[in-house]
């Protein structure tokens, strides 16, 4: 199974500034099949990126993925109030599918 | 519009059994895989089982092997979730997923005496 570490556990940031969240998985991820979700109190997780790069429809040009292999990021370019929320990662490339801890993204 | 309206969750001594349903609509049902996801209280996503579009493969977490059976109905467009033995720890909200960009509003299962 592949594991996903996530950090920080909780970032930080005011509106505005930028944020880079990591993901780290413990083998390669299988053809970069690896998403991110936002998911605010309450709610159902809603997908912003799949394939490591690409944005989910809807998903703001503020939010970008990259990476490859074992170590992946989303950047936030200039957060807006409505971007403080937790934030996973997903491989979805090897079963068992496997989601990572967590970011929480927080209003400093 | 992609629908995905789960049903079945509540309260369960250890020990009991649960079924939860997903109704489908807004997509050809029996194309797709589907996947099941729960989220325990203040804890992360995590993935529970999967079955393939016409039932005949399927894959499970090993948390709940031998317990949770997954299996659809491709003409009511339902996906089901048959839970035995439940344990405290299987408390959480269960989503049903259309991969991966298609979640539903989740139903909660609870676990206690």
């Known amino acids: 199974e592949i594991v996903l570490t996530q950090s920080p556990g909780t970032l930080s940031l005011s509106p505005g500034e930028r944020a880079t969240l990591s993901c780290r998985a413990s083998q390669s991820v299988s053809s970069n099949y690896l998403a991110w979700y936002q998911q605010k109190p309450g709610r159902a997780p809603r997908l912003l990126i799949s394939g490591a790069s690409s944005r989910a429809t809807g998903t703001p040009d503020r939010f970008s993925g990259s990476g490859s292999g074992t170590d992946f990021t989303l950047t936030i370019s200039r957060l807006e109030p409505e971007d403080f929320a937790v934030y996973y990662c997903?491989?979805?490339?090897?079963?068992?599918?496997?989601f990572g801890q967590g970011t929480k993204l927080e209003i400093k | 519009e992609v629908q995905l309206v789960e049903s079945g969750g509540g309260l369960v001594q250890p020990g009991g059994s649960l079924r939860l349903s997903c109704v489908a609509s807004?997509?050809?049902?029996?194309?797709?895989?589907m996947h099941w996801v729960r989220q325990a209280p203040g804890k992360g996503l995590v993935w529970v089982s999967c079955i393939k579009n016409d039932g005949t493969s399927t894959s499970y977490a090993d948390s709940v092997k031998g317990r949770f059976t997954i299996s659809r109905d491709n003409a009511k467009n339902t996906l089901y979730l048959q839970m035995n033995s439940l344990r405290v720890e299987d408390t959480a909200v269960y989503y049903c997923v259309l991969p991966w960009g298609n979640w539903g509003q989740g139903t909660p299962v609870t676990v206690s005496s």
């Open positions: 807004g997509f050809t049902f029996r194309s797709y895989w």
């Open positions: 997903q491989q979805y490339g090897s079963s068992p599918e496997s």
